[in-house]
């Protein structure tokens, strides 16, 4: 058991905090934000994520998990300091570490002894060697510094810290190493893979982790393109990819494209770090630009069935960047709305989680709904922009009797087409729906 500081109450913070607490530790969780820390004091969890309050109630009531923005305190009790805060992209695509910077300052002033100094948060490669020299500038403490990079998703935040595919630890310090595979070592028991190495690797680790997946998903949508103009069935070509054993079938669902906090502002990072090392990174800068036309077509296919959007009505359904979270960073379903209003349309929206967030960007250009009918009142067509179970099950009878147009735009594949238009809907689908289709031609054109 140890005592542990995290330093940042944000996403991975809390989950951070909440994982550790589970994994036997002390945990304190340090914030400057004092709002927020009353809030967690009082109970209330400023994210949503499934199974996350349940488990800090449950520590918090046993003092194993305490907050406070008292970071001198946190600090000077701890064993080991992670850093757990926010590393937001510059309009340069380069990472703002401001907030690291001010945290490690915080640790060096604060630090009584040796302590192990944890790098949670997603830091461009070198910023493990850079703190820890700063930290020995300011401390005469033994302050060595761990990568330890998270691979948590949103929605399955708590389980993934405590069933990991792996944990990176990247240190050159011995002491350390063996601190953190103390803490870590329940997970280890039951199977979980560390990887050691040095900071450099882990810190590019987690950048070409999201990379690649975020690869999978942007190839996956521009095939998922191909097939809607060819009259192929893109579900039919993800199954079969996935048989491949090389290839495996996680992250081959196309989509509206791929949003959320981490793989925009990972691989825009990443590919600043390339183009800074002279090393451009043609494949991540091509991901990143798929992806962004890939979000727009959606408006555009769109406009072209309805022959123009001036003056139409689209319902909208979800604005989270994916199901199970509140969530609206960087979502396809926020742009999906903005490009849809741009073009002249007026979109009644819907999220069960995520209105509020997005409504401090979409502010009143679109109008908020409280549920999934009353969005689709009065529509030209619907859009289905987030995976969220219960628009699985929608009364589709119900759907099309009260909307004014057809058109059912399914950008998450979530229905049988079939299904759909046996309810007198018009099926779009991401990669399965019929329009603009001329293979026999392409097809003769290659031949001759
Ligand atoms: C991701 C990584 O998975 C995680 O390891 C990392 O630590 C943080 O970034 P998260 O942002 O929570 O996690 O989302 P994830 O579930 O990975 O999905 C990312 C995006 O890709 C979402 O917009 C999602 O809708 C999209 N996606 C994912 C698809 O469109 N198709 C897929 O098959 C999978």
Same mark, same amino acid.
């Given at each position: 058991?140890k005592? %542990?500081?995290?330093i940042?109450?944000?996403?991975?913070?809390l989950?951070?905090s909440?994982?550790?607490?589970?994994?036997?530790?002390?945990?304190?969780?340090?914030d400057?934000?004092?709002?927020? %820390?009353n809030a967690?004091n009082?109970? *209330?969890?400023p994210?949503y994520e499934?199974?996350?309050?349940?488990?800090?109630e449950n520590?918090?009531?046993?003092?194993?998990?305490?907050?406070t923005t008292?970071a001198?305190?946190?600090?000077?009790?701890?064993?080991?300091?992670?850093?757990? =805060?926010?590393?937001?992209? +510059?309009?340069?695509?380069?990472a703002?570490?401001?907030?690291?910077?001010?945290?490690?300052a915080?640790?060096?002033?604060n630090?009584? $002894?040796?302590?192990?100094?944890?790098?949670?948060?997603?830091v461009?490669?070198?910023?493990?060697?850079?703190i820890?020299?700063?930290?020995?500038?300011r401390?005469?403490r033994?302050?060595p510094?761990?990568?330890n990079?998270e691979?948590l998703?949103?929605?399955?935040?708590?389980?993934?810290f405590?069933?990991?595919?792996?944990?990176?630890?990247?240190t050159?310090?011995?002491w350390? $190493?063996?601190?953190m595979?103390?803490v870590y070592r329940?997970?280890?028991?039951?199977g979980?893979?560390? =990887?050691?190495?040095?900071?450099?690797?882990?810190?590019?680790?987690?950048?070409?982790?999201?990379?690649?997946?975020?690869?999978?998903v942007?190839? %996956?949508n521009e095939i998922?393109?191909?097939?809607?103009?060819?009259?192929?069935?893109?579900a039919?070509i993800?199954?079969a990819l996935?048989?491949d054993? $090389? %290839?495996?079938?996680a992250?081959l669902?196309?989509?509206?494209?791929?949003?959320?906090?981490c793989f925009?502002?990972d691989l825009r990072?990443?590919?600043?770090v390339?183009r800074?090392?002279?090393v451009?990174? *043609?494949l991540?800068?091509?991901? +990143?630009?798929?992806?962004?036309?890939?979000?727009m077509?959606?408006?555009?296919t769109?406009?072209?069935m309805?022959g123009?959007?001036?003056?139409?009505?689209?319902?909208? +359904?979800?604005l989270?960047?994916k199901?199970d979270?509140d969530?609206?960073r960087e979502?396809?379903?926020i742009?999906?709305?903005?490009e849809?209003v $741009?073009?002249?349309?007026r979109?009644?929206?819907?999220?069960?989680?995520?209105?509020e967030?997005a409504?401090?960007?979409?502010?009143?250009?679109?109008?908020?709904?409280?549920?999934?009918?009353?969005?689709?009142e009065d529509?030209?067509?619907l859009?289905?922009a987030?995976?969220w179970?219960?628009f699985?099950t929608?009364d589709?009878? *119900?759907?099309?009797? +009260?909307?004014?147009?057809?058109h059912?735009?399914?950008?998450?594949?979530?229905?049988?087409?079939?299904?759909?238009?046996?309810?007198?809907l018009t099926?779009?689908?991401?990669?399965?729906?019929d329009?603009a289709v001329?293979?026999?031609k392409?097809?003769?054109?290659?031949?001759?």
């Amino acid at each position: 058991m140890k005592n %542990i500081a995290v330093i940042g109450t944000g996403y991975v913070g809390l989950v951070a905090s909440a994982g550790l607490a589970e994994l036997g530790n002390d945990v304190t969780g340090v914030d400057i934000d004092a709002k927020r %820390i009353n809030a967690l004091n009082d109970g *209330r969890i400023p994210i949503y994520e499934p199974g996350l309050e349940a488990i800090i109630e449950n520590y918090r009531s046993t003092a194993r998990i305490r907050f406070t923005t008292d970071a001198a305190l946190a600090i000077s009790e701890a064993d080991i300091v992670y850093i757990a =805060v926010g590393t937001p992209s +510059l309009g340069d695509g380069s990472a703002d570490l401001s907030a690291v910077r001010a945290a490690a300052a915080t640790i060096a002033t604060n630090a009584n $002894r040796a302590k192990v100094v944890v790098l949670k948060s997603t830091v461009p490669v070198g910023t493990a060697e850079s703190i820890g020299d700063f930290l020995r500038l300011r401390s005469e403490r033994h302050l060595p510094v761990v990568s330890n990079p998270e691979f948590l998703r949103e929605g399955h935040a708590v389980q993934d810290f405590l069933s990991p595919d792996k944990i990176v630890l990247g240190t050159s310090d011995d002491w350390a $190493r063996e601190m953190m595979l103390e803490v870590y070592r329940p997970l280890v028991e039951r199977g979980v893979r560390i =990887v050691t190495c040095t900071n450099e690797t882990a810190e590019l680790c987690k950048y070409v982790n999201n990379a690649f997946l975020a690869t999978k998903v942007a190839f %996956i949508n521009e095939i998922a393109d191909l097939c809607n103009a060819v009259r192929a069935d893109v579900a039919v070509i993800s199954e079969a990819l996935g048989l491949d054993k $090389r %290839i495996s079938p996680a992250f081959l669902n196309p989509g509206p494209g791929f949003g959320g906090s981490c793989f925009p502002k990972d691989l825009r990072a990443l590919a600043y770090v390339g183009r800074a090392a002279n090393v451009p990174l *043609r494949l991540v800068e091509e991901v +990143l630009e798929e992806n962004r036309q890939h979000m727009m077509q959606v408006a555009g296919t769109l406009e072209r069935m309805l022959g123009g959007l001036s003056g139409r009505t689209v319902g909208l +359904l979800g604005l989270a960047f994916k199901a199970d979270t509140d969530d609206v960073r960087e979502s396809p379903a926020i742009a999906i709305a903005t490009e849809l209003v $741009r073009r002249g349309a007026r979109v009644r929206a819907f999220d069960p989680r995520a209105s509020e967030n997005a409504s401090v960007i979409l502010r009143d250009t679109v109008a908020y709904c409280g549920d999934e009918y009353q969005a689709a009142e009065d529509a030209d067509a619907l859009v289905i922009a987030t995976e969220w179970d219960r628009f699985r099950t929608l009364d589709l009878n *119900r759907i099309r009797q +009260l909307m004014k147009g057809t058109h059912l735009y399914d950008t998450r594949n979530l229905y049988a087409p079939d299904a759909v238009r046996q309810a007198g809907l018009t099926y779009l689908g991401m990669g399965r729906s019929d329009f603009a289709v001329i293979p026999r031609k392409i097809a003769m054109g290659a031949t001759s």
